[in-house]
């Protein structure tokens, strides 16, 4: 079974730097196919892909927010780390990881089906105030 | 603006039929190679679940009153014989080719009345 957990502040002053932690249990980091990624709602409700990074290590982050990102993991202690520099109180939201996985192999194409978070953790609650 | 573009709401009576779609573009659902599109149920207070993906595939466990299609630029996600159980917020989520990387829709909120 998979679980995702979200951990990290509740409350960042503005021009912080916000480090969060998810911790995954139930599959490796290293297996083909699999990724974690970093996605937030803001208070408007919309949600926001913010980051990920695959079995090989790559990695890829939002367009709008590239410069302030960074995804790293620790696959011994089985934890994908994102941090978010020069916090605002627009980022104020819950931030949530997500277990990323390759679509299905079609044998007709020889090809794999698009990526997609299938599992999903509670999600952890930031804000941004001083 | 979300690069995909949801209805806001949606609303129905228990066992009537809804659509919600999903609008995209050329760098996105409707790219070349096309994109897959994927659906997420998030109920009050919880975080998304998967609904549909790859266009029209359930995961195991997810009613088939829920189905998904696809056509050039655009998604759509059906749900048949509304249950109040239903109601909830629908995101759907596709690859852009331009910005490289994952894009969701604003979100429609589902009433059922």
């Known amino acids: 079974q998979i679980t995702l957990t979200e951990s990290g502040p509740t409350l960042v002053k503005p021009t912080q730097t916000l480090t969060l932690t998810c911790t995954y249990s139930?599959?490796?980091?290293?297996?083909?196919?699999?990724?974690v990624g970093w996605i937030r709602q803001t208070p408007g409700k919309a949600l926001e892909w913010l980051a990920l990074i695959y079995w090989n290590d790559d990695k890829a982050y939002s367009a709008s927010l590239k410069t302030r990102l960074t995804i790293s993991e620790d696959t011994f202690e089985n934890q994908v780390v994102l941090t978010m520099t020069t916090m605002d109180p627009v980022d104020t939201g819950t931030y949530f990881c997500?277990?990323?996985?390759?679509?299905?192999?079609?044998?007709?194409?020889?090809?794999?089906?698009?990526?997609?978070?299938?599992?999903w953790g509670r999600g952890t609650l930031v804000t941004v105030s001083s | 603006q979300s690069v995909l573009t949801q209805p806001p709401s949606v609303s129905g009576a228990p066992g009537q039929r809804v659509t919600i779609s999903c609008k995209g573009s050329?760098?996105?659902?409707?790219?070349?190679?096309?994109?897959?599109v994927h659906w997420y149920q998030q109920l009050p207070g919880t975080a998304p679940k998967l609904l549909i993906y790859?266009?029209?595939n359930r995961p195991s466990g997810v009613p088939d009153r829920f189905s998904g299609s696809k056509s050039g630029t655009s998604a759509s996600l059906v749900i048949q014989g509304l249950q109040a159980e239903d109601e909830a917020d629908y995101y759907c989520q596709s690859y852009d080719v331009d910005l490289r990387g994952s894009v969701f829709g604003g979100g429609t909120r589902l009433t059922v009345l």
């Open positions: 139930g599959f490796s980091l290293s297996t083909r196919g699999v990724g």
């Open positions: 790859g266009n029209d």
């Open positions: 050329r760098s996105n659902i409707g790219a070349r190679y096309g994109y897959d």
């Open positions: 997500a277990h990323y996985r390759r679509g299905d192999f079609d044998p007709s194409t020889s090809t794999y089906g698009d990526w997609y978070f299938d599992i």
